[in-house]
């Protein structure tokens, strides 16, 4: 069987697990965005989430031309971003997407076994009209294979 790409269908799961969350959809008042171009630059969008996939890597298993033996390692980014004066808001939102997705099993069209884990945070800060901007970059590895775990 072929490669399939799974950078797609790894961001929607990765939005849907994000948005099942009560606690989380509370504390950013549903402001839950599929990529960063897309939350307000200005006004009352804040602290809000977005997920974006930033780079695929294929691999095979090797095995008969007809096996399952396709997987990719995704890298999907969930970007958090808070202009509260302290560090404590944008830091409790990432405790919440942590729990939400470090070390879960994903079901994806065309794979078999998928799983999401944390990697990283690159924590990005500016001063804008006299407020602190925090944009939390949290990095995610997900890797999926056509066959069963």
Do not use: C
């Not at 990529?35 to 009352?44: E, K, L, M, T, V």
């Not at 390692?73 to 997705?101: W, Y």
């Not at 999401?116 to 590895?141: N, P, S, Y």
């Amino acid at each position: 069987m072929a490669s399939s790409s799974v950078l797609g269908v790894g961001t929607v799961a990765v939005r849907a697990l994000l948005a099942a969350d009560a606690a989380l959809m509370a504390a950013i008042g549903s402001r839950l965005y599929p990529n960063p171009a897309d939350p307000p630059q200005s006004g009352g969008g804040q602290p809000y989430v977005s997920v974006e996939s930033v780079s695929e890597l294929p691999f095979n298993t090797m095995g008969e031309p007809n096996a399952l033996k396709w997987g990719s390692l995704g890298g999907i980014n969930v970007r958090i971003s808070s202009l509260s004066r302290s560090e404590a808001e944008i830091a409790s939102l990432l405790v919440l997407v942590k729990a939400d997705l470090d070390g879960k099993a994903l079901t994806l069209s065309g794979y078999g076994s998928a799983i999401i884990e944390f990697v990283a945070v690159r924590t990005l800060e500016d001063w804008i009209g006299g407020v602190k901007a925090r944009e939390w970059v949290v990095e995610f590895e997900l890797t999926a294979h056509q066959g069963a775990a």
